[in-house]
C-alpha cells in the first residue's frame, strides 16, 4: 500500500500563487507515476498534470498549462504543483494520485490522497 498525504491548500486572491505538496510513504517503489486531480463543486473530478518519477515526464491539462508546474523530489518521495496566475475557476479540492503505471493523464490511478482545498477568490 501506498500512503499520500497533501498540503499547502488555503484562500488566495486572483492572480495569486501556491504550493501544492503530496508526500508518499509505504511501497512507494511500486508507484511509476503520480500527478494531481481537482474537483470543483457540482463538477466531476478531473485530471491537472501527472510527472513520472523517473525521467520527470509531465502532462498537463490544457486549463492549466504555462500556469501550473509539477515536480517531483524523489529523495522526499514528494510531488509538488506549482499554482501561479490562478484564477477563480481554480476552486476546487486539489487531490494526489499515484499510479503503477504511467499514462498521460494518469487514467489507471491506485491510491488517492485525502485532498486539500484551493480557494481562488476574485
Known amino acids: 500500500q501506498v500512503q499520500l498525504v497533501e498540503s499547502g491548500g488555503g484562500l488566495v486572491q486572483a492572480g495569486g500563487s501556491l504550493r501544492l505538496s503530496c508526500a508518499a510513504s509505504?511501497?512507494?517503489?511500486?508507484?511509476?507515476?503520480a500527478g494531481w486531480f481537482r474537483q470543483a463543486p457540482g463538477k466531476e473530478r478531473e485530471f491537472v498534470a501527472a510527472?513520472?518519477?523517473?525521467?520527470?515526464?509531465?502532462n498537463y491539462a490544457d486549463s492549466v498549462k504555462g500556469r501550473f508546474t509539477i515536480s517531483r523530489d524523489n529523495a522526499k518521495n514528494t510531488v509538488y504543483l506549482q499554482m501561479n496566475s490562478l484564477k477563480p475557476e481554480d476552486t476546487a479540492v486539489y487531490f494526489c494520485a499515484a499510479a503503477r503505471l504511467w499514462t498521460t493523464r494518469l487514467h489507471n490511478v491506485d491510491y488517492w490522497g485525502q485532498g486539500t482545498q484551493v480557494t481562488v477568490s476574485s
Open positions: 509505504g511501497r512507494t517503489f511500486s508507484i511509476s507515476a
Open positions: 510527472i513520472t518519477t523517473v525521467g520527470g515526464i509531465s
